[in-house]
């Protein structure tokens, strides 16, 4: 029974460190996207209306607060919840996402986990949950993440790319100065 559990359990965690994963590509993406469509619009607005100092020191720390925000939501926390220094998702929130994922897993993986969880262990709970863990031991949590996904996020990318060949063969490269 423990060693099929241990199977579940290992399968859950290994589920988990790639959901952090993927919210890190995923983050990584929007971090450079979102961050350098935040810096063009800042150049451009100094550049075409020539601020005064007090204005462009309030646009740089409104740039360095917003990009620092982008930081801390997209990349830090993330890192943190996979390094496990911060609380993140337990086996109960990713049984339910898996449960979403694998139809022929639905509520079972759940209800393994909240067996695990009761303190009252008799012969008839752990051959219940011997039972569930077997059922659900050939399914492969982790297919439940897929990484190619964050391919959709990576035509965001495009856009920054283009704002920078425009710029280059328009002849404005001074607004990066």
């Not at 399968?11 to 994963?21: D, E, G, P």
């Not at 919210?23 to 450079?32: N, S």
């Not at 007090?54 to 740089?60: A, D, G, S």
Request: glycine share 4%.
């Amino acid at each position: 029974c423990m060693s099929k559990t241990l199977i579940i359990q290992n399968k859950l965690k290994v589920f988990i460190r790639k959901y952090y994963i993927d919210l890190l590509i995923k983050g990584g993406i929007l971090f450079f996207v979102l961050g350098f469509l935040y810096f063009f619009f800042t150049l451009f607005i100094e550049y075409t209306l020539w601020l005064k100092p007090l204005y462009r020191t309030i646009l740089f720390w409104l740039f360095i607060l917003i990009e620092s925000a982008l930081l801390l939501f997209y990349i830090i926390i993330p890192t943190l919840k996979l390094l496990g220094l911060r609380k993140g998702i337990d086996a109960t929130q990713a049984s339910k996402i898996i449960g979403k994922h694998f139809s022929q897993v639905n509520d079972k993986l759940l209800n393994l986990v909240q067996l695990q969880q009761n303190h009252e262990q008799t012969e008839l709970l752990l051959a219940c949950i011997e039972q569930k863990a077997n059922d659900l031991k050939s399914i492969p949590f982790s297919n439940a993440i897929n990484f190619k996904q964050n391919l959709r996020y990576s035509k965001y990318l495009l856009l920054p790319l283009f704002l920078i060949i425009l710029t280059l063969l328009t002849g404005k490269i001074d607004l990066f100065k």
